[in-house]
T-cell receptor
Framework: DAGVTQSPTHLIKTRGQQVTLRCSPKSGHDTVSWYQQALGQGPQFIFQYYEEEERQRGNFPDRFSGHQFPNYSSELNVNALLLGDSALYLC?????????????FGPGTRLTVT | GQQLNQSPQSMFIQEGEDVSMNCTSSSIFNTWLWYKQDPGEGPVLLIALYKAGELTSNGRLTAQFGITRKDSFLNISASIPSDVGIYFCAGNSGNTGKLIFGQGTTLQVKP
């Protein structure tokens, strides 16, 4: 039973560039949430996707956008990268009809903006 | 906005000792979760709590959902070296998927 997978593992970008991160949910899960984890901090909620729509959004600017595909996989896009966007980006999946709020995390994508 | 305060920030203990850490919130949560994160990995779910006063165990780990619904506790008994890592509490206040995380407690275990 495959868990949550994310790609790429690491990424280095320059200020002003755009980046796309990818996530495949755990088998049987249909809901994907994205979190940003700065060094030494807990994860911060970016947004959640269910049925290919953004269901809830955290306090992040419009530069952060996402998409969910019919197979439940998801992408996180960040435009006009800033140095402060350097962080570990975590994807978490859950089952809409399952135990409430039990989210399972992938290993993350480490984004470095120079 | 909602914030979780997790304490202690770090702990350095001897193998075999028991560990306690806690998490408090300025507002009520309906769900409390405890995660462990190893370096270079994503958080791994340890225990989920759904009712005020609930006490749940997972092996050597025991967690409680505070009666006021504004706090939660995690205890680890007879610590071993593989318990090393960062422990996060997380709460949810509604029927949405947004989890609010604490700042984490870093645990180091001396063999």
């Amino acid at each position: 039973d495959a868990g949550v997978t994310q790609s790429p593992t690491h990424l280095i970008k320059t200020r002003g560039q755009q980046v796309t991160l990818r996530c495949s949910p755990k088998s049987g899960h249909d809901t994907v949430s994205w979190y940003q984890q700065a060094l030494g901090q807990g994860p911060q909620f970016i947004f959640q996707y269910y049925e290919e729509e953004e269901r809830q959004r955290g306090n992040f600017p419009d530069r952060f956008s996402g998409h969910q595909f019919p197979n439940y996989s998801s992408e996180l896009n960040v435009n006009a990268l800033l140095l402060g966007d350097s962080a570990l980006y975590l994807c978490a999946s859950s089952r809409a009809g399952g135990p409430a709020h039990e989210q399972y995390f992938g290993p993350g994508t480490r984004l470095t903006v120079t | 906005g909602q914030q979780l305060n997790q304490s202690p920030q770090s702990m350095f203990i001897q193998e075999g000792e028991d560990v306690s850490m806690n998490c408090t919130s300025s507002s009520i949560f309906n769900t409390w979760l405890w995660y462990k994160q190893d370096p270079g990995e994503g958080p791994v779910l340890l225990i989920a709590l759904y009712k005020a006063g609930e006490l749940t165990s997972n092996g050597r780990l025991t967690a409680q959902f505070g009666i006021t619904r504004k706090d939660s506790f995690l205890n680890i008994s007879a610590s071993i070296p593989s318990d090393v890592g960062i422990y996060f509490c997380a709460g949810n206040s509604g029927n949405t998927g947004k989890l609010i995380f604490g700042q984490g407690t870093t645990l180091q275990v001396k063999p």
